[in-house]
């Protein structure tokens, strides 16, 4: 559970990440701006990258709790096997699309990590492994029907990370086009086709 304090430095942390970058934000400036002393900070966090690790998974956790819970009714609702699997990822798909739209500083602080040389694509990998489980469930299912490409999950999970974060990003520069069914359905054809089999 997260206390009162750690949320406000998180909060902080996310504003001034945004704002003006994770390396050139001072843990001085957060704490200030969370209105905690920064000893306090630094009971919560050992070190400034802990923390915009913490944040980072708060968020990606966030953002599946969002997809999970959502897209529940609209599971694998076909009885052809490729029909249901392509549903069920369509859904996790708009969703994680809408709650970029809804969450644009969350959306953009996760473009900023993805971008930054400090932070590895592993860890990044680690996280989305953990947080988005069923997202892997759902590749691997596909992949023991052969509806997807049997290729190795982390380079399946790098694929959908930055083909979302590319997307979001035409969309959040540009909102309108979020809202015309050719940019929905083909931003989905797109990422579908990078992970279906091909025959």
């Known amino acids: 559970m997260v206390t009162e304090k750690k949320q406000q430095i998180l909060d902080a942390a996310l504003l001034l990440f945004v704002e003006q970058g994770i390396q050139a934000t001072a843990t001085a400036k957060i704490a200030k701006q969370a209105n905690v002393a ?9 070190n400034k990258q802990e ?3 913490t944040l980072y ?5 966030e953002l599946s709790q969002s997809i ?9 609702s076909s009885d052809n096997q490729a029909d249901a699997l392509k549903s069920t990822i369509e859904s996790y798909w708009h969703q994680a699309i809408q709650w970029a739209m809804s969450h ?3 959306w953009q602080f996760l473009q900023q990590f993805a971008n930054d040389p400090q932070f590895k694509i592993s860890q990044q ?3 989305m492994t953990s947080s988005m489980a069923f997202l892997v ?13 049997c290729l190795p999950i982390p380079l399946v999970l790098n694929y959908c990370h930055y083909h979302y974060l590319a997307v979001t990003t035409l969309f959040i520069e540009q909102p309108e086009l979020s809202q015309q069914p050719s ?6 054809q797109m990422f579908w086709q990078g992970l279906v089999a091909k025959p």
Do not use: C, M, W
């Not at 590749?139 to 490409?149: H, I, N, P, T």
């Open 38 to 46: 920064t000893g306090t900070l630094f009971h919560h966090f050992s």
């Open 57 to 61: 998974r708060s968020i990606k956790d």
């Open 183 to 188: 940019y929905q359905d083909g931003a989905f």
């Open 68 to 76: 999970s819970q959502n897209t529940a009714d609209n599971v694998g």
């Open 137 to 149: 469930e759902a590749v691997e299912q596909g992949q023991q029907q052969g509806v997807l490409a």
């Open 104 to 106: 644009p500083l969350k």
């Open 125 to 127: 990998q680690d996280v």
């Open 51 to 53: 923390l915009v690790v």
